[in-house]
């Protein structure tokens, strides 16, 4: 069974998270205890609200510390939504000064759409050879959000939705990955996708 | 518009129990609020709103149970509402494994709570439940006390204002047209999507599959129905069709 720590930091509603990783057969822990974060199978990282308050408390709790480990190390990592969101270098939204991890280039902005934010199922346009949404390439996925990345500079699967322009819906960068959608509250697809996330590990 | 229509049915909680009556015949119970949610997940409801009506603290300590147990065996977004009126009444309901929150009565009362709680978790948390009603004089009000008392607020500034504040999304529910089965009130829904770019969800009135059609065309991003579908009047699938064939996305 895959061992997987759900990253404890103060942020969100992590109890649906933790239910749908046990659904698809994984053994779950939610703590921000580092060493058990740095030690198991795959670490998912939630995230929800603020970007700024949200990779505060990610850096100042250590959590980043342990994505920065796993990374070097080519351990998994799963970001969602903010958490996503947390592993570009920063974010327009208000309330700035905590940048974010700069895993990746780039910069997460506010949406242009006639309605913001963009809540609901949403199709994703799939990179060719994407192991995560392997079988659910035609699902539609739960979004809710109004800030996301626009680009992606490096060589890595790079899979883009769209709410009035198009955005970066998911990456799959070796083993750091990440999704701007919920697959925790996406019912089939999200745990197929999840499935799929846990067969890497 | 690639984000599809969402289709959501709402339950009425009191004490743990849904009430307004359901009539499926394959439930065991249909008081049991999991037990429903669970129906209405496989059936391809696009999110869940439970609307705590109990009255008493004791009865509502039941509701967050309830919530806790429907989050762990239904995997699309719940919504929680009733009685809210702080940040420790949000983050209990999300901590119980609600996604998102109504605000209604707490928000009138005092409206810096929304950015209150916009600044510790988020607008993408916080519905503005707003229940409507004609003035008499062409316009639109807020009540409170299920539609009985005027609030003295003019309806769609009130929503403007709410979204300017911080919710992310309206809960826009007609008095007027609730419990007709006469179709949403449309002129409501055009006059809040004039003014509010968040998304708003129409509630009241829906008896035909051609009215979620119309709520939508007027403007609706999710259209929200209790009463046809506890009463297997309508199902959900059959809402989707009507939508899929007048164009509109659905999942």
Known sequence: MKRVVVLDYGSGNVRSVVRMLERVGAEVTLTGDASAALAADGLYVPGVGNFHACVGALVDSGGAAVVRSRVEAGRPVLGVCVGFQSFFEDSTEEGGGRPGLGLWTGQVSRLRAPVVPHMGWSPVTVAAGSTLFRGVEDERFYFVHSFAPHSFDAPALVSTAEHGERFVAAVEDGALAGTQFHPEKSGDAGAHLLTNWLETL | ?251
């Open chain 2, 1 to 251: 518009m690639t984000v599809a229509v969402r289709v959501i049915p709402c339950l009425d909680v009191d004490a743990g129990r849904v009430v307004k009556g359901v009539n499926f015949d394959n439930l065991r119970d249909a008081g049991d609020p999991v037990e429903l949610a669970t129906t209405y997940d496989e059936q391809g409801a696009d999110e869940l709103t439970f609307l705590d009506v109990t009255a008493s603290f004791a009865g509502r300590d039941t509701t967050y149970d309830v919530v806790g147990q429907t989050a762990e065996q239904v995997f699309i977004p719940l919504t929680v509402g009733g009685g809210v009126r702080s940040v420790q009444d949000v983050d209990r309901l999300l901590r119980a494994g609600a996604d998102k929150v109504g605000i209604n009565t707490g928000a009138i009362h005092r409206p810096e709570v929304i950015g209150e709680i916009r600044e510790r978790f988020g607008a993408q948390v916080l519905v503005l439940s707003a229940d409507v009603r004609r003035d008499g004089r062409g316009g639109f009000e807020v009540t409170t006390h299920g539609g009985r008392k005027s609030a003295g607020l003019e309806a769609i500034g009130w929503c403007a204002r709410a979204a300017e504040l911080g919710a992310g999304e309206i809960l826009l529910n007609s008095m007027d047209a609730d419990g007709t089965a006469e179709g949403f009130d449309l002129e409501l829904i055009e006059a809040v999507r004039r003014e509010v770019d968040i998304p708003i969800v129409a509630s009241g009135g829906a008896g035909r599959v051609e009215d979620f059609v119309a709520a939508v065309e007027a403007g609706a991003d999710a259209v929200l129905a209790a009463t046809v579908f506890h009463f297997g009047q309508l199902t959900i699938a059959q809402v989707k069709d009507a939508l899929r064939a007048a164009g509109y996305p659905v999942r």
